[in-house]
């Protein structure tokens, strides 16, 4: 076993970190030493072929210089041709006070791999730092093993340890272990933590619950307020038609690795040595060269479990990096997309999608997942039943999409998504909250569907987008409803834009969504009816003016011209609502209630008690400075006119 570092270089390095390398070689042969110059004492030599090594002498060079610029970098007579008439040698300075580094094991590598891997395109580190909270936990857990004599090998595995090379924060620790199950490790740190007068904050055992995909019981435990989580290596085969695996057993580490969904997750922190652990021999690599990739061949590692089709694009996403190009190909392949449909439960698909929503690239997900045509997979539609493309998003977006059937409609609902996320932006990511986005987004990626509904078996017309969220995704309930609402409300909007966008004093607004202002003045109309949206949209109103604003038809082409109108357009009409005083209406309390309509009116209660509440607040919006008297003096003569044309 050998130990490289990560950066680009991959030269073999000790545990601290030289001050000099020297690279010599004659007609045969290349000799590479490193020596601590504080003392002269030589630490580490090889001795390689020559047209091996020195084929890459100057790569690795420049890969040096790159990854430490230094003024005093030289390199004297260095040649590819097979002979010298001198010696050559590369002098490598280091800076003198680097920190000792933490050292990645390759299994079994070669140096011609090392050596020629490509040159990084993403910023990895070439050791894991650890915070002062993760080296307690880490020394208390190697405290255990010493107390007890336990030989057992502590990983920590996936997400962390990839995290922790991108230089990124995580707080979910996973560990595994080579010989015992969690339970039984976690019993062993409780009691060492006792004879220290320590104790852990919190124990519990999650059992095994292959729908939610915890295909093993896990102990969980609470060590300085972080939550650690503790598995057994294992190696697992499945069965045809279930990602559930048919059979488990110990693995090893090297077995666990290859049975991970992607090579940047299949990586291992080993607590033990310090050490971080690539056994499918790609993983640092695949991290440093931006790519998603599987460990095994990807189409039977999609049969096996295809949520790991999501899995990649989620990722591919988030670290916005490259999807392999055979990755792509079995992702695509009518098998994979058949076990996606049937071995996945929609509850599991809906967390991804809602992972990828709530990420940071959005966009670049869902034109992955409409690139690999699994769009109608993922967000299956009722049985027998073809999309319609909603009034609207065919003519808004005509020169964004040019193509026909079923890929025109996942590609509309791609490009609205596309238009929402760049407004949000535009915008200031501070206009609206977390949740705000990730309704945003939702509501716009199903905005070609709003107006589309099929029938159910009792002839009950349905919204096609409730299913998509309800049974396809297995959301709540309430996303539903606000999307749902979310769409009702941008047409509602859209009929206020003359309105509220036109900066004139505009006194006739056509509608046709609410009744009863016959009582409400003309000039009075605008502020009226956007108060009673606003009331029902609450803290939402922006995310529906922004739905609206997609919608909007604008007559400019360019794309970038068009998402500056459609700012434009946002910000005028928010600005309009401002002045009117009604930013949060919703907060506005009614100045008469359901009693004092009933006692004014004598009114046993009923429905005409809404609808008199209605209008006293209509009036109300009408008039802002008015009281509760007047109010109820206006109910009476509105009243007593009515009862005279009656």
Not at 362 to 373: D, G, S
């Amino acid at each position: 076993m050998s130990y490289y570092n990560t950066d680009a270089t991959s030269l073999p390095v000790c545990a601290g970190f030289p001050r000099k390398c020297v690279l010599q070689s004659d007609k045969h042969s290349c000799h590479l030493s490193t020596t601590d110059t504080d003392v002269g004492q030589l630490t580490h030599r090889i001795t390689l072929d020559t047209s091996d090594f020195m084929r890459v002498a100057l790569k690795t060079a420049t890969r040096l210089l790159v990854a430490h610029p230094t003024p005093n970098f030289s390199v004297r007579a260095l040649s590819l041709s097979q002979s010298h008439t001198q010696t050559p040698i590369l002098l490598l300075p280091f800076h003198s006070h680097r920190p000792a580094k933490t050292l990645v094991r390759i299994a079994a590598p070669s140096y011609r791999t090392c050596s020629c891997a490509p040159m990084s395109t993403v910023q990895v580190r070439d050791r894991i730092d650890l915070s002062d909270t993760e080296r307690t936990i880490f020394d208390r857990l190697l405290a255990t093993l010493h107390h007890f004599h336990l030989q057992t090998q502590l990983r920590v595995a996936g997400g962390w340890v990839r995290d922790k090379l991108l230089g990124k924060e995580c707080y979910d620790i996973d560990i595994a272990l080579d010989d015992m199950m969690g339970t039984e490790f976690v019993d062993k740190v409780r009691e060492y933590l006792l004879t220290i007068g320590e104790d852990a904050q919190g124990v519990c055992v999650i059992e095994s619950n292959p729908d939610q995909s915890k295909h093993l019981e896990t102990a969980r435990m609470r060590l300085f307020d972080i939550w650690i989580d503790f598995v057994n290596l294992r190696s697992e085969e499945y069965t045809e038609n279930s990602r559930i695996p048919s059979k488990q057993r110990f693995g090893t580490a090297e077995e666990d690795a290859y049975r991970r969904d992607l090579t940047i997750n299949s990586l291992f922190y080993n607590i033990n040595t310090d050490s971080v652990e690539d056994f499918t021999k790609r993983g640092i690599l695949d991290l440093k060269s931006g790519k998603i990739v599987t460990p095994l061949p990807p189409k039977a590692t999609f049969l096996d479990d295809p949520l790991r089709v999501l899995r990649a694009i989620r990722f591919g996403a988030r670290f916005d990096f490259t999807l392999d190009e055979d990755l792509k190909v079995a992702a695509a392949s009518d098998d994979v997309k058949d076990a996606l449909a049937a071995k996945i439960s929609r509850e599991r698909i809906g967390t991804e999608i809602d992972l990828m929503i709530s990420g940071n690239q959005p966009v670049k997900a869902i034109t992955y997942i409409c690139e690999l045509t699994l769009f109608w997979i993922v967000f299956s539609l009722p049985p027998e039943f073809e999309p319609v493309i909603s009034d609207g998003c065919e003519s808004t977006f005509a020169s964004s999409v040019r193509d026909s059937g079923s890929g025109r409609h996942s590609r509309l609902c791609k490009t609205c998504l596309h238009t929402a996320w760049n407004l949000i932006h535009l915008l200031g990511d501070s206009t609206f909250t977390a949740e705000q986005k990730r309704l945003t987004l939702c509501a716009a990626l199903f905005l070609p569907l709003r107006n589309t509904t099929y029938r159910e078996k009792k002839a009950k017309k349905i919204p096609v987008v409730n299913h998509i969220i309800r049974e396809s995704l297995k959301r709540k309930a309430k996303d539903a409803e606000m999307v749902l609402n979310l769409h009702q409300a941008s047409h509602k909007f859209l009929s206020l834009f003359p309105c509220l966008a036109s900066g004139e004093d505009v006194q006739v607004v056509d509608h046709d969504w609410m009744g009863g202002l016959g009582d409400v003045p003309v000039s009075s109309r605008v502020r009226v009816l956007t108060g009673f949206l606003l009331r029902e949209l609450k803290d939402f109103w922006r995310v529906a003016l922004l739905i609206s604003t997609i919608l909007h038809p604008i007559d400019i082409e360019d794309e970038p011209s068009q998402l500056d109108k459609r700012r434009d357009l946002f910000n005028t009409v928010e600005n309009s609502i401002i002045k009117l005083g009604l930013e949060r209406v919703w907060d506005v309390k009614q100045l008469i209630n359901g009693k004092d309509v009933m006692n004014t009116l004598e009114l046993k209660g009923g429905p005409p008690v809404k609808e008199w509440l209605d209008k006293a607040m209509a009036w109300q919006l009408a008039h802002p400075s008015g009281t509760a008297e007047d109010c109820i003096e206006w109910l009476r003569e509105t009243n007593s006119k009515r009862v005279k044309l009656q």
